[in-house]
């Protein structure tokens, strides 16, 4: 049982975020926002009640929204750029989510399992989905026409005249070394973080893979120093 | 100003015709184009610029700003309130999209082929490379992994190799302009500019961390003068494309165009308007190049819709996305506007609305209609090939009847695919620029 | 110290602060830019005003014609002052037909100017023939019909959208314009009398009939004329399917639905901004502008009416959204100020 104490810093955590001065000025109650969500047309859901409770500081139904109502949000912050007092309802959504995810929210664990696989691709290569995901057994609902010339996948991709986009298991080719950056920038920004509360698992298979990139990072330095010297 | 016979600029209880000559309307409503001009609101302090307080940092020496030279060739264009928008033309580095690449190849692979026919020079006039992150924003929005802070480290990475990426081509630093691919990084990197801009305790931060990645400029944070969407490339364009090296009369084809949300409302002053297109009233861009290439484009109900793209409900709950999609946008297309293509201008958009239209069987909903990007109809018109170079063979919408439309054959194109195919497998690869060109570090 | 003083503006405001001037003996110089008098209700075509349910061509005329026919004031029509110079007990002003004034005073009448809603493009005006302004309607009422602009038939439903460039920050207009619910519940019921078929629903934030209007033109609306009321600002107006009609989309949030609604005529309530003119105004009599854009004014206990500049006075909509009724207060109480005020210089110079 989740304490008002605890809700309370759950609250305070989404306040003390340097956007949401910027993001929430006041609500006049207009519903411009809601009109034109698309998540409102479908769920339960609506990013003028999400503002009405944090302006309020219901810290219990704020609480109650993340758990599975700010899930609903398409962040397509068409709700920014209607509404009149230049509020941002889904950028305050995103607040919220990062909030959910550092409580270690069950619910957040729990919404954001399924899309542990394009986690797992975007952490370790930096591209979201690769072409050897896009197969009729990882979407059968996208119908079995997504590839209308049937072949091995490589050719396919080697027939894209762009070179960068001669891959498979990666959206392009990425340099080792920008990997390599970009797992620093992970580390270095809390994002790891924030994934080890997540999902240890996937948190586990994120840090080997890391590891072993940076260990051929470094032998690749290393073979780059030998030729220069030699 | 005469009113004699009372109401403003002519209007009385009806609407009637004036009868007036071109000329004579001219000069009768110039009073009101004086004040009434597109975006001509005097908002004096009211409306923030960031590009103001952007140039204010870099006179305190805070940071570098990525400078549009002349040698980029820029296009001046106007956004939302009336501001000016630089929109470089020449010496292009390539921000791609995950989602582009990875389901929807033809995109950017439209996109250089067009500028190769208009004689730009890989290497000299664009480059591709490896050496690029995703912006992780869809990540971001999808998933809430992720903060201000990564987006932003990422975002300045980016930008400063694009900065410096002409170095190992004998070009000097600034030389190729980051063009980003994709309609959510676009939106994102406008928000992140704007937090970075504003808050010195982000770019403190963001700055060790650049500067652990050696990324830099006199240890300062290169920061672009204008995020540049490809879109809006395409739109200061479109005249040329359309004069130089449009084969294909189009003007039979009935054309929907889908606004991205990111695009056109994330950062939304800083987004293409243009009183030729819409007449000022909608932002210009995709419209704009399916109108400079005589298509018609009809208007419809649900213009403003978002598509359903969500972020993360296309993957993990995606009964809303093909709900809201279908429902939305290809249905409106089909029956109220009647269309035979959807344009779109960012990958979100049209990953769902090409992938979610078999799934409406399930449920009765039967509608299909093709969906392509703005840059494929167009290198389609140009006369590129709808296999080898605008890789239809990826979707899963019906643009094989668009193609036919055109007046090609989808079939003879497949063959000559296939046939191109077993080239590959031989080693035989054609490519749009040399291949040793992608490879940095 | 000349005695003449110049009130600029022939609204409702100057003729009032004119004919008030004059009724205690001094003489007016009264210059308007247009080559009428009367202002925004007689050039826009407004209708019947309110509260009065008069028409504006019979009130606003029956001031004209008192202000023309006072050998007190002399009426300068088609022009604007150009350049003033001097100070307060003496200002010279220089009108743009090349003509000069000498004044002891100077009343500022100057006014506001409608806000275009082809600035708020999302909402169809400019974009779609069936989406007019109030100040359009007026127009029509004062024809004695209404009809879609597209087709010219009898609109079935017609919605008015309230706030149309007021209460926004997006378009860098925060304020409220005061008078545009009256205004637009008024014109409801003149939609309703005139069309008796025609269905009117008003989209709002908040309903403002202040005061007295409360029981007469937001209650009446309903009871008396069956005007719906939904509390949504409209997000978007777009083309309906059936190619004819216009969808409003917005969020009902009193029963917390979307709603996406046709309609056969838009009705927006358009704002009031500062006089497109004020920059130029502020300059040639060097007064100030406040944060707004419009005239900046004194402390109102005991410094009414002022302006930033000594010998200089302003009311009316020049300061802010203002109603008619008011506008006609503002002009007596300037020019009880001018004439208290030039009488003490007087004294003083003496």
Known sequence: MTTYAEMQEVFDDIRNDFRYEHELNGCLNCGICTATCPSAHFYDYSPREIVQLLWTENIEQIYDAMQEKIWACAQCMTCAARCPFKNSPGGLVAIMREVAIKHGFQSAKDVLRPFGRVMLKLITTGNQLSPDMIQPDHFPDWGPNIQKVQGDLKILRKAIPMKTLQTTDTAWEVALKTSVEMYTIWEMTGVLKQLETMDENLFDVIEDFIEEKREEYDELLEKQADKEDA | ?441 | MNDTILVVGAGPTGLSAAHGIASVGRKVALVEKVDRLGGTPILSGYAKLVPSGEWAKDAIGRMVARVESNPLISVHKSATVTRLEGEAGSFTATLSNGQTLAAGAVVLGTGFTHFDSINKPEWGFGTYEDVVTTTQVEQMVGAGKIACPSDGRAPERVAILLCVGSRDRQIGREWCSKICCTVSTNLAMEIKELSPKTDVYIYYMDIRTFGLYEDKFYWKSQEEFGTKFVKARIAEVTIAPDGKRLLVKGEDTLVKRPIVIPFDLIVHAIGMDPNEDNPEIAKVFGVGLEQHGFVERGEHYTSSFASTRPGIYVGGSALGPEDIDTCVSHGLAMAMRVVGDLATLARKAA
């Open chain 2, 1 to 441: 100003m005469s009113e004699t016979s009372g109401g403003i600029a002519g209007h009385g209880a009806f609407f009637q015709p004036t009868n007036l000559s071109a000329q004579e309307a001219e000069k009768a409503t110039a009073w009101v184009k004086k004040r009434v001009d597109r975006r001509e609101l005097d908002l004096g302090e009211r409306m923030d610029d960031v590009r103001e307080h952007m140039w204010q940092l870099e006179k305190e020496g805070e940071i570098i700003v990525h400078r549009i030279t002349d040698a980029h060739k820029p296009v001046m264009v106007k956004t939302l309130f009336g501001w000016d928008k630089k929109i470089p033309t020449l010496q292009l580095w390539h921000h791609k999209s995950c989602g582009q690449c990875g389901n929807i190849p033809g995109y950017p692979t439209s996109l250089l082929w067009t500028m190769n026919q208009l004689g730009m020079q890989p290497g000299r006039d664009y480059l591709d490379e490896t050496d690029q992150t995703s912006c992780t924003a869809w990540n971001y929005h999808g998933s809430g992994i992720g903060n201000v802070e990564s987006l932003a480290a990422v975002f300045l990475r980016n930008f400063h190799q694009a900065y410096v990426s002409g170095k190992r081509l004998g070009h000097q630093p600034g030389h190729f302009y980051p063009l980003v691919h994709c309609g959510t990084s676009f939106g994102n990197y406008k928000e992140v500019r704007k937090y970075l801009v504003e808050n010195a305790t982000l770019r403190e931060r963001v700055t060790k961390i650049l500067g652990k990645l050696g990324r830099l400029v006199d240890g300062k944070l290169v920061i672009p003068e204008e995020v540049l969407h490809y879109s809006e490339w395409v739109h200061v364009m479109r005249k040329r494309i359309a004069s130089e090296l449009q084969k294909i009369d189009v003007s039979h084809l009935r054309a929907t165009v889908h606004m991205a949300c990111h695009y056109s409302k994330m950062v939304h002053e800083d987004a293409i308007y243009d009183p030729e297109v819409l007449g000022g009233n909608r932002a210009a861009v995709g419209t704009s190049m399916a109108e400079a290439l005589g298509a018609q484009v009809i208007d419809y109900s649900t213009w403003y819709d978002c598509c359903g793209f969500g972020f993360r409900h296309i993957i993990s709950e995606r009964e809303f996305t093909r709900s809201f999609t279908i429902d939305r946008k290809i249905k409106v297309a089909q029956e109220e506007a009647k269309a035979d293509v959807m344009l779109g201008i960012d990958t979100g958009c049209i990953t769902t609305m090409d992938k979610n239209q078999w799934i409406g069987r399930a449920h009765e909903q039967q509608y299909t209609m093709p969906i392509m990007a703005d840059i494929q109809f167009a290198a389609l018109a140009c006369g590129a090939d709808p296999f080898k170079i605008v890789q239809l063979q990826w979707h899963a919408s019906p643009c094989e009847d668009v193609v036919e439309k055109m007046g090609l054959s989808w079939g003879e194109s497949k063959k000559r695919f296939e046939d191109y195919l077993k080239e590959v497998k031989a080693g035989r690869i054609e490519y749009l620029y040399n291949p040793e060109l992608a490879v940095s570090a």
